[in-house]
């Protein structure tokens, strides 16, 4: 939801219809037409509305049992004594967008009934002269979301609470709302024990069935939630866990849940509860196995922290029977970050916030690593701290990607950019700006609204619909810095990183293409010229797709001498798989006129596949066909490279640590349904560290490579290794069991030992780890055996190979 509101909020404050109606007031209906279009796309929205400065409805439409009603002249109302009105007057409310509290709907000064649970997104407007000039307001009917969100635990019931105590809803629907209507409801009714410690807290627990959280959202008042095991459910849980440890994680866990289902239900899209606790630890492995995320405990009595394996793998420490405390975390902190992460640390449990850091460190083996970590903390009924529990996520691999990212983007032929929701371009490749006319630097700090593009009414519509559709395309003009009008073709859709949307689009200067097609569609006569001198292929065809003219760019493009193409049409050049779309297409062509930019792949004389981007227009008095062609075979190469590129190591052109949890996760599922075996072989090349320290990391490097081909050249076509991480290698080897994948891997050791000789008077070797595949096994239990069986290699000497079974 919220993010359906950020692109209706923020396309109706940016569009021209919204910008020409500031200038003349009288006149709404471009604005609201444009409305009408937008909430036929948005599900769940009751209202979007304009009130103007002085509380005065100006635009409005309603939408009833899926019809929307547009509010005549003497239906409008005066919404100035609403609080959300009064509030959006603020100096710093101005062009922010923010949430209304959960309430129910208000018509004439009387609650709505049936009831109807409402929230609203709001944008208070500036004018040039930066004061207040009215509110943008997306009404939502949150009735259905909320009771998806809080009655389908099979465990638990739950009560969503203003920062007052008053109930938003309840599981008992009598008791929902009231905070807003006459007969007031308060927690204490339910809780009288425990709700002026839910109210004094950010989040709290009796240790037995009570749990409450303040939940970080962005919605005025507050929302608290608190879940009550249900009776039935505590003498079950009780017996069969240990409260001391599961208690925090269910408080976690609902929380994390809820927080999950808000953002991406209430604010996004629809995610299904869990509904028993024995999911939760399937939960807890997922979460971390995706994440690549760490648990950990910290206990205030004995001082010391309980890592899970996540954190001592992050860490690169391999004794997981080593005191952990906080002096021993901070040795690993790189010097910049110690002060701010243990002040960080203890002010949190002082002032009973949750802890966030994000810094640096330097792992047991050598790597540097850019790590975050996150914790919440227990306390007890006296408010004395007890303990905490957190996550530590390694972002290293974030930081790679981003180098890799600006490479592809400084590197790009095409415009790309990328704005957030109000137009700011965030990122951009030079060839966007140098389109433009700008210098790269220059680009930089502008808003997409200072270039004055011109983006058409459909394709703003077509922004409002779901981020997973198609990408949007359209064609444009834009008067370059240098005052030259070219035409563009622009790309573009919605993508979400970290809870926020943001607009992606390439663009690319079709000026030339377009002139061509405007010359050849008003002056026939100058068809041979064009032809001719065309960059791109431009040929006539006839009603059933024969050629009849072409260009030079044609017979490149295809292969074919003149009197060849001559004999052949579009359609038998064509794909297969691409026929009956090109049929249809051609239909509507002569039907609408023309049709631009379709995609479809062609076969040339060689038997080249060849993807083609093709405009069409029709010449209903020569009934033939105008068609335009440009090969996009290297670009789609180029972006099927971009992808490859995420799942391979750039040094030994290895599959990455990414591949390799794909792979072991799909060989793990494959074994689950036909109990294929296979085994598992951790490799790690013995004293590396001291051969980067002391040949330097381009010997280091050089040692790496010449090892994974080594490695790769000696095994079988269905085998695959992998370079997860510094000297770190993997191999998957399908249908091998334990005895086999040992000697494979001492095999592979003898290999490496004979054959890795760049340092004169060293010899370089390896250690294995080997375990097969078990029932029930899962990704963390089979690499926990393997690395197990490699610790013990390297504290046996190195250079030898040890398994499950020696």
């Given amino acids: 939801m919220i993010f359906n509101s950020e692109k209706i909020l923020h396309t109706l404050r940016n569009s021209k219809e919204f910008l020409d109606y500031l200038e003349d007031r009288n006149n709404t209906k471009d604005l609201t037409n444009l409305i009408v279009n937008i909430a036929s796309l948005t599900p769940n929205t009751m209202q979007i509305r304009y009130i103007d400065k002085n509380g005065f409805e100006k635009s409005r439409i309603d939408v009833v049992n899926g019809e929307i009603i547009v509010s005549q002249k003497d239906k409008l109302q005066n919404k100035s004594n609403r609080y959300y009105f009064i509030l959006s007057k603020k100096e710093a409310m101005l062009e922010k967008i923010w949430f209304t509290r959960f309430d129910l709907n208000i018509e004439h000064g009387e609650i709505e009934r049936p009831y109807k649970p409402t929230i609203r997104g709001v944008l208070p407007i500036k004018n040039s002269e930066n004061s207040f000039d009215g509110i943008l307001i997306v009404n939502y009917f949150a009735g259905n979301i909320l009771e998806k969100a809080l009655n389908k635990g099979d465990f638990y019931k739950s009560i969503l609470f203003d920062n007052n105590g008053y109930t938003i809803y309840h599981y008992n629907l009598e008791k929902s709302w009231g905070n807003v209507k006459t007969e007031k409801r308060h927690i204490a009714e339910d809780l009288p024990d425990y709700y002026s410690q839910m109210l004094g807290q950010e989040d709290f627990s009796d240790n037995t069935r009570v749990f409450s959280k303040k939940l970080d959202l962005n919605i005025f008042g507050g929302v608290n939630i608190v879940s009550i095991l249900k009776e039935e459910y505590v003498h079950d849980f009780k017996k069969h866990f240990q409260l001391k440890y599961i208690i925090p994680m269910i408080l976690i866990l609902i929380y994390f849940m809820f927080g999950i289902y808000l953002f991406r239900v209430i604010f996004a899209r629809h995610h299904e509860d869990t509904e028993e606790l024995a999911h939760f630890n399937e939960l807890v492995n997922i979460t971390s196995k995706i994440s690549k995320i760490g648990f950990w405990e910290y206990h205030d009595n004995t001082g010391e922290f309980i890592w899970s394996e996540g954190v001592y793998a992050i860490f690169g420490v391999e004794n997981q029977k080593e005191k952990i405390t906080l002096d021993t975390i901070l040795r690993y902190v790189s010097h910049e970050d110690q002060i701010s992460f243990n002040r960080s640390f203890i002010r949190s449990i002082h002032e009973k916030k949750e802890f966030f850091s994000s810094h640096k460190i330097f792992s047991r083996n050598g790597q540097v690593k850019h790590i975050e970590e996150r914790a919440i903390h227990f306390y007890n009924k006296r408010g004395k701290y007890i303990y905490s529990v957190g996550t530590t996520i390694d972002v290293s691999e974030k930081t790679k990607s981003e180098i890799k990212y600006k490479t592809i983007l400084e590197s790009a032929t095409d415009g790309i950019h990328i704005v957030d929701m109000i137009g700011n371009i965030i990122e951009s490749s030079p060839s ?166 379709f995609e479809k792949i062609c076969i040339s004389k060689n038997g080249e596949e060849k993807i083609i981007n093709s405009s069409i227009a029709y010449i209903k008095s020569r009934e033939q066909f105008l068609i335009t062609m440009a090969d996009y075979t290297e670009l789609r190469k180029k972006e099927q490279e971009i992808i490859k590129r995420a799942y391979l190591d750039e040094l030994t052109q290895l599959p990455n640590r990414k591949a390799f949890n794909d792979a072991i996760t799909e060989s793990l599922k494959d074994y689950r349904q036909t109990k294929k075996i296979f085994s598992l072989i951790i490799l790690d090349i013995d004293f590396f560290k001291s051969i980067n320290d002391t040949y330097g990391h381009r010997m280091g490097d050089e040692v790496l490579s010449k090892f994974s081909r080594i490695v790769e050249n000696n095994l079988r076509g269905n085998d695959e290794i992998f370079r997860v991480g510094g000297e770190e290698f993997m191999i998957l080897l399908p249908g091998i069991g334990i005895k086999q994948g040992f000697s494979i891997a001492d095999r592979i050791r003898n290999l490496v030992k004979d054959n890795l000789t760049l340092i004169k008077d060293r010899e370089i070797t390896v250690s294995c780890g080997v375990t097969e595949v078990t029932n029930g096994d899962t990704f963390e239990a089979m690499y926990s055996r393997a690395d197990k069986n490699l610790y013990r290699a390297k504290e046996n000497g190195r250079d030898c190979v040890y398994s499950d079974i020696n």
């Fill in 432 to 597: 966007f700006a140098e389109t433009l006319g700008y210098k790269h630097e220059e680009i930089k700090s502008l808003n997409i609204h200072d270039l004055n593009m011109f983006i058409p009414v459909e394709a703003q519509i077509e922004f409002m619909k779901d981020s997973d559709n198609a990408p949007v395309s359209f064609e444009t003009k834009f008067s370059r810095r240098d005052g030259k009008i070219i035409d563009l073709h622009v790309k573009a859709r919605s993508i979400r990183l970290d809870n926020k949307i943001f607009y992606y689009a390439s663009m690319r200067d079709i000026s030339q293409k377009k002139s061509f097609e405007r010359t050849i569609l008003h002056k026939n006569e100058e068809l041979e010229i064009i032809f001719n001198t065309a960059l791109e292929c431009i040929a006539l065809l006839d009603r059933n797709t024969n050629y009849i003219k072409f260009n030079g760019k044609c017979l490149k493009l295809l292969g074919y001498t003149p009197e060849e193409l001559e004999q052949q049409s579009c359609f038998s050049l064509t794909k297969q798989d691409f026929l009956h779309k090109s049929k249809i297409i051609c239909e509507i062509v002569m039907r609408d006129g023309k049709y631009e930019n």
